[in-house]
């Protein structure tokens, strides 16, 4: 007993430093991005900054926030997350009851054709012409309409709602006389908060960090969702002065532009940190429901 339990705990020991050094390895670029964020840009621009703030300086966020381009896609980020997540949500948990139910004829078959999705499609180009087909060009629909139904997301709402929700809740809801669209709102919804949780989450990070859809679709600048501007900033390492409506913001940005970078990725992550809090009870429950059984 003695030399097992000795075993058990260099083993628990392992695995606590193991898990200490990923923690470590994971947590430092966090802490460097807000620590350069808080930073002068000669100290960032010297490589002096390594967990903390040197020369606090809130020069950076400043120049972010008197950036036009950047409240502008802030917004339009907002719209097109809050939008397509809530058509999202809708239809995922549409399709995903009607698919569960074992009595709707050919289920089975048309699961089978949105599972071929994921691996055949028709690609970039016909989807493009697609889009232009339907006049959703240069619109906020092609930013919500396409992908309205995420596969594997639909796949993890089926699999929750048939092994947690019993069929005697619909055999007894038939019984005293409710229809299957009131099942659907007064039963299966309320019972399903922590898979929709999870969907919140995953279209709405989806929809936070669309890079490649808006870069196809959108022509028109005032449409265009944060991570286009933050494209521009980031891979450009420049920002446009007369964006700026401080003029002495505009001649300190050339040596800020590092540090405008950090207060960009640290703004543009403030959302879905603030949102992941309130869904995380959730979080664990419905992926491992949704994806462990059946």
Known sequence: MAKKWRGNKIFYTLSGLGLLAFLIIVLYPILFVVAASFSSGEAVSAGKVFLWPVDFSLDGYKTVFNNRNIWMGFCNSILYTVLGTAINLVMTMIAAYALSR???????KIMLLFTFTMFFNGGMIPTYMLIRSLHMLD??????????????????????????????LLDAAKIDGCSDIKYFLKI????SKAIMAVLVLFYGVGHWNSYFNPMLYLNTRELFPLPIFLKEILIAN???????????????????????????????????????????????KGVMIGSVKG
Not at 149 to 165: D, E, H, M, P, Q
Not at 188 to 191: A, D, F, N
């Open 139 to 168: 619109t906020v629909w092609a930013m919500i309409i396409p992908g309205a139904i995420g596969v594997y997301n639909l796949i993890i709402a089926r699999t929750f709602i048939r092994n947690s929700i019993p069929g005697d």
């Open 238 to 284: 420049q920002i446009d002065p007369s964006t700026v409506s401080d003029p002495e913001l505009q001649m300190q940005i050339a040596k800020i532009a590092d540090v405008i970078k950090y207060a960009l990725i640290v703004v543009s992550t403030i959302p879905v940190m603030l949102i992941y809090p309130f869904i995380q009870k959730y979080f664990v």
């Open 188 to 191: 299966v919804l309320p019972l």
């Open 102 to 108: 074992d009595d709707v004829p050919g289920s089975n």
